[in-house]
């Protein structure tokens, strides 16, 4: 522990210059901030995209206007061409799982709050922090010149299945450039995320604060710590992955491409690659994926949770350990994306069962979070209806699990949109109410200001019913049938079904258009917000021992010393009804 | 405002209930030997995960009404049995439910993946490339002739890339772009892909499968019904994957005979 402390002496000096403080910086906070923003940047295109697809799939024929201009080609006259649709559904996947879910719940209030939560300086590598963001950031531009490339950004979906994706444009518009930069996106990517995984990692163990046990860490910490442990496995995966997709592209190898394929009227010179292959390491990541998306989400949830309940979660370290198993459990389930992609029937009961058993400690948490409601006095806040709302679109989300975790239901549903309603809502639509309850909490750590809370109240109502309204009946849909990335429904049975796409269109724009209130809310607080006291929330955590927003070495130079865990709500403290966790006061009832 | 959250979240709640229990959007009619037992696993799920669904929202919804805002200061109290119980619940129920659904999934997913097809199944082979799917049936002497890649030639209408002059019995082989079969007869289709991955869906077949260049991949099903039924690629295949479908046609045997007696005489 000695030398924990000594180690704890700030490993740079306060940041001088422009450059150095708000661009290059190494401190955690400002890197926090800068994966919010870029997050937020992204979720805005993301956004803006799928509101495209969704407009061009009840209106096809109707221009847009102004839309012309950024594709020339793929939407000649302002209509959107097929291929432009699958691009438009390319882009707008790879942002949001990667750029979104990834960015803002994980790096972006990991980065800000992990070190703080845990009494650190910094995080404990901060040269690597830096660079963990400006690789993400390069990682973004190249992905998003694709839409300025004259090829056009890719057409092969988020998860690139070969051979479609590694051929090259004999395949297709956007499989040429648009599919390299698009490889080389992501595997910049991955060594930016690796970079971030280790560092919270080492920071996490090595830098807490005298008295800091691990138990005694905010759920939130212990979420952030386990999603870098899946995040430092997975993406180790996803980065070679892409390597060869690469070689198979730019070198003429045949990693993922048989013998004897004629593409374009055209013999393609490859020989005994395997398709599958790719599908297997694109899984292997792809599954533990969306527990890097909503762990964090979890965590927050939990933290914010017990704060808004006034009184502790029935366990915190029962749902540490659940995270802790789906973390250990998502590692066996990759292949239930594949029920029907041709491997071994017999794998797909194996991989089925494990899916299934996810379900328990999901359900653990869940039943946690209800049991906790009971006999508290929830405090009414946006950021508190956030996190109820993320167990509602949580328990949604997971119930349809059940059906596609089943091989032989699966057959019917797969690649339909249900499968589009299922992953939206359990990953898509919780992870962002997460992130949405995190921003209202802990904005005013962040920038010394409250956000409005009137205007937060507004954007939780609209986007509350409103993503039930887009995201329920893309289920019906899927029951009847209804194939997902198609641009344009051109079968027998489909247009029967356009009424309830329009519906979802015209609440996908409305909840779309709700999420100015927010972008509003967050710029104009942040200049005109009230000013927020150190303490706003009556928190426990160590994040709320110090000034709104932190000096730059978070606690002046001090080191803190922790007397207790952070669930210490409903006791009779001397601030009230709660005792921080750097109060050295006794608790009667602990 | 608590209250207001529970009132809304039930009404979502029941109102997403609404569609299923009153069966406005379901599967088509089931035409196959096996179907029945993905369709029945899929209402009892539907059972399971749609109790599952209303009653762990009503709950948030009732805690939300109950335990908001209550005065300052009012005493906080916790559920009896604790963590404990939630964990116990979470065992007993999903766990049941977990073992339940796995178990009998077996079962179906078993009836179409885990038997071999009879020995008098009708041999169909389906080519997917982009975007149309082709049918071949082996003509009289009920063998497929070899496939040669080079000469897949789609101009003149060899799409197989079969080479007759050299391959005996490719000679009486029936290319087609519809896919008819007859009734009450076991179909062992036999697929593989031209290009990149494309799929093979019937809706009221409950069929689904992937086609992986560089695999050779089947599947056997029996159709019960006669009737004119859509194909559709469900694996994203390139720019035309929206519009990349193909018709099967359901025939009585007698009709079949006929249909491929025609198609014979047109290649």
């Known amino acids: ?480 049938g209804n194939v997902r990335r198609y641009a344009s429904f051109v079968d027998d049975f489909m247009p029967a079904l356009m009424p309830v796409h329009k519906f979802i269109t015209i609440a996908a724009l409305t909840t779309g258009a709700a999420q100015f209130i927010f972008f509003f809310n967050l710029i104009h607080s942040r200049f005109r917000g009230k000013q927020a006291t150190a303490n706003p929330w009556r928190g426990t955590s160590l994040e709320w021992s110090i000034p709104s927003p932190p000096p730059w070495n978070n606690f002046g130079g001090d080191h803190p010393v922790v007397y207790h865990d952070a669930h210490q709500y409903g006791v009779k403290g001397s601030t009230g009804d709660f005792v921080m966790q750097t109060s050295p006061e006794q608790i009667l009832n602990e | 405002m608590g209250k207001l959250f529970g009132v809304i979240l039930a009404i979502i709640a029941l109102a997403s209930a609404y569609p299923i229990v009153t069966h406005m959007y379901v599967q088509p009619v089931d035409i196959s030997t096996h179907g029945h037992a993905i369709d029945e696993q899929l209402a009892d799920t539907m059972a399971e995960a749609g109790l599952s669904f209303v009653l762990a929202q009503l709950l948030l919804a009732f805690c939300v009404w109950k335990f908001s805002n209550r005065k300052e200061g009012a005493k906080v109290y916790h559920l009896r049995g604790g963590a404990r119980l939630m964990v116990a619940a979470a065992f007993i129920l999903v766990g049941t439910e977990v073992l339940a659904l796995g178990v009998l999934g077996q079962k179906a997913w078993a009836e179409v993946y885990f038997t071999a097809p009879k020995p008098d ?27 040669h890649p080079d000469k897949i030639d789609e101009g003149n209408q060899n799409y197989f890339g079969l080479d007759p002059a050299n391959d005996l019995e490719s000679r009486d082989d029936i290319v087609t772009a519809e896919m008819a079969i007859p009734v009450n007869r076991e179909i062992h289709l036999l697929m593989h892909a031209k290009d990149v991955g494309h799929s093979f869906y019937v809706r009221e077949l409950r069929i689904q499968q992937d086609f992986v260049p560089g695999l050779d991949l089947s599947l056997h099903f029996t159709a019960t019904q006669t009737g004119h039924f859509e194909i559709l690629c469900t694996q994203l295949c390139g720019l035309g994957h929206y519009n990349m479908k193909a018709y099967l046609n359901v025939l009585s045997q007698e009709d079949f005979d006929k249909w491929l007696k025609q198609k014979a005489s047109e290649q």
Not at chain 1, 11 to 22: N, S, T, V
Not at chain 1, 41 to 56: C, D, E, N, Q, T
Not at chain 1, 91 to 115: I, Q
């Open chain 1, 1 to 480: 522990m000695e030398e924990a402390l000594k180690s704890q002496d700030h490993a740079h000096a306060p940041a001088e210059g422009f450059l150095r403080k708000y661009v290059f910086s190494l401190d955690h906070k400002v890197i926090g901030k800068q994966y919010y923003a870029l997050a937020l940047a992204a979720v805005f295109i993301g956004m803006v995209l799928s509101w495209l697809m969704r407009f061009h799939l009840v209106w096809p024929n109707a221009k847009i206007p102004g839309l012309e201009l950024i594709a020339k080609t793929g939407a000649p006259g302002g209509i959107i061409t097929p291929e432009y649709y699958l691009s438009l559904l390319t882009m707008h996947g790879t942002l949001m799982v990667f750029f979104v879910l990834t960015n803002a719940p994980f790096a972006g209030f990991g980065n800000y709050f992990l070190p703080i939560q845990i009494g650190a300086e910094d995080m404990a590598f901060p040269r690597f922090n830096m660079m963990s963001f400006w690789t993400t950031f390069v990682a973004f531009v190249v992905l998003v010149t694709a839409f300025f490339i004259p090829d056009g950004p890719p057409i092969s979906g988020w998860t690139a299945y070969a051979p479609l994706s590694a051929i090259g444009k004999d395949a297709g518009p956007g499989l040429g450039w648009g599919q390299n930069l698009w490889v080389i996106s992501i595997a910049i990517f991955c060594i930016g995320q690796l970079l971030g995984s280790l560092n919270f990692i080492a920071t996490t163990l090595d830098l807490r604060a005298k008295g800091m046990t691990l138990m005694r860490m905010p759920i939130s910490t212990w979420a952030w710590f386990i999603t870098s442990s899946i995040g430092l496995l997975a993406f180790a995966v996803l980065l070679p992955a892409c390597l060869l997709l690469l070689l198979d592209r730019m070198a003429g190898t045949s990693f993922f491409i048989p013998s004897g394929l004629v593409v374009s009227d055209r013999l393609q010179n490859h020989a005994g690659g395997s398709p599958l292959l790719w599908q297997h390491l694109f899984w292997f990541f792809g599954h533990p994926e969306v527990y890097i998306a909503i762990l964090p989400a979890v965590g927050i949830v939990s933290h914010v949770l017990t704060n808004s309940l006034r009184k502790p979660l029935l366990s915190a370290k029962v749902i540490i350990y659940s995270m802790m198993s789906i973390g250990f459990l998502s590692w066996m389930v990759w292949g239930h994306h594949m029920f029907v992609s041709g491997m071994n029937p017999f794998s797909s009961l194996l991989f089925s069962f494990p899916t299934l058993t996810i379900t328990i400690p999901a359900t653990i948490i869940t039943l946690i979070w209800l049991g906790s409601l009971y006999g508290a006095n929830i405090q009414i806040t946006t950021a508190s209806f956030f996190a109820l709302g993320f167990i509602s679109m949580f328990v949604s989300g997971g119930v349809s699990g059940f059906f596609l975790a089943q091989p032989s239901i699966d057959i019917y549903l797969h690649a339909t949109y249900f499968v589009v309603g299922h992953f939206h809502m359990v990953m898509g639509v919780a992870a962002i109410f997460a992130i949405f309850s995190g921003t209202y909490f802990w904005f005013p750590k962040m920038t010394g200001r409250m956000m409005n809370e009137t205007l937060g109240m507004l954007h939780f109502w609209i986007t509350f019913v409103g993503t039930y309204c887009i995201f329920m009946p893309f289920h019906y849909l899927g029951l009847v």
């Open chain 2, 121 to 147: 199944a009708l041999q169909v082979q389906a080519q997917a490339g982009q975007f149309a799917f082709y049918f071949r049936y082996p003509g009289q002497d009920g063998k497929f002739g070899p496939l």
